[in-house]
């Protein structure tokens, strides 16, 4: 394999990195891909030589692909053991769903400035295909479409550096979802549908509001975050439940009754 290698390296006619940069995004890409479809799920083992028997390239090929994953905290790599698609620790997921809570809606200003009648009917097909999986129960799918209709607000946005951070936070929210929730804590495609509709009446801060909404109830759904009311003492939870409220003063302060003799 090596000796292959070395000899298209030699061949004049053929740029001599331009093959192997190609196999290490398409093996960079290929992950991505699997992450998003929830083919590769958190905690999958990536031996090495598995991609070089597929890919018919050396592990230094190999690893340039996984040291972008790593870069970008898809991959993990543990010594003595190998690379795995990550497992987001609590704090990591949290991270992942405050950043995009922090740009998402900025992205939304932007569309309802810049988006297009044409952008926006791209926007309701997509939502179709959404609602089609969901009907039928296709999880992946449903998974997704979800998170691909996000990226798709980014590319109206046209901020390249945004894009590439929000695709990156996008895959990490897969992971996030696959370790924590299930589909059901991912993106409700109603939630998208009035998004659209916000856009579509160029009500820009309404649309705001809406996606900040969103990303909030993701939030809940998948960390178990509570709202940040202040719990009822046990006390008040006696007083309310009580029975008809016998057991209680006017006051709301408990009254010991006595427990009936045996």
């Known amino acids: 394999m090596p000796r292959l290698i070395q000899k298209r390296r030699n061949a004049s006619a053929i740029p001599e990195d331009a093959p ?3 196999v290490a995004d398409q093996i960079y890409d290929t992950i991505v891909d699997a992450i998003l479809d929830r083919a590769l799920d958190p905690g999958t083992k990536l031996p090495e030589e598995v991609f070089c028997n597929h890919y018919r390239v050396s592990r230094t090929i190999v690893r340039v692909a996984i040291h972008r994953l790593q870069y970008d905290k898809l991959v993990d790599i543990q010594r003595n053991r190998g690379c795995f698609i990550v ?9 992942v769903i405050g950043a995009r809570k922090a740009i998402e809606p900025s992205v939304i200003r932007r569309v309802s400035e810049l988006g297009t009648d044409s952008d926006l009917a791209r926007l309701r097909a997509h939502l179709d295909l959404e609602e089609e999986a969901y009907r039928d129960n296709d999880h992946r799918a449903a998974l997704r479409l979800s998170g691909q209709f996000h990226l798709i607000l980014g590319s109206i946005a046209n901020n390249s550096c945004v894009n590439a951070f929000l695709h990156n936070l996008i895959c990490r929210s897969a992971l996030v979802i696959a370790t924590y929730s299930d589909v059901t804590g991912c993106c ?13 009446s160029r009500d820009a801060e309404l649309a705001v509001l809406q996606m900040t909404a969103h990303l909030d109830h993701i939030e809940r759904d998948i960390l178990n975050v509570e709202d940040s009311k202040e719990k009822p003492s046990l006390e008040s939870v006696l007083v309310r439940y009580a029975k008809g409220g016998s057991h209680a003063t006017k006051t709301g302060q408990l009254r010991l009754v006595p427990a009936p003799s045996a």
């Open 20 to 22: 192997l940069d190609g």
């Open 87 to 95: 497992v987001p620790s609590y704090e990591e997921a949290a991270d």
């Open 188 to 200: 409700k495609v109603n939630d998208h549908r009035r998004l659209v509709d916000l856009l579509a």
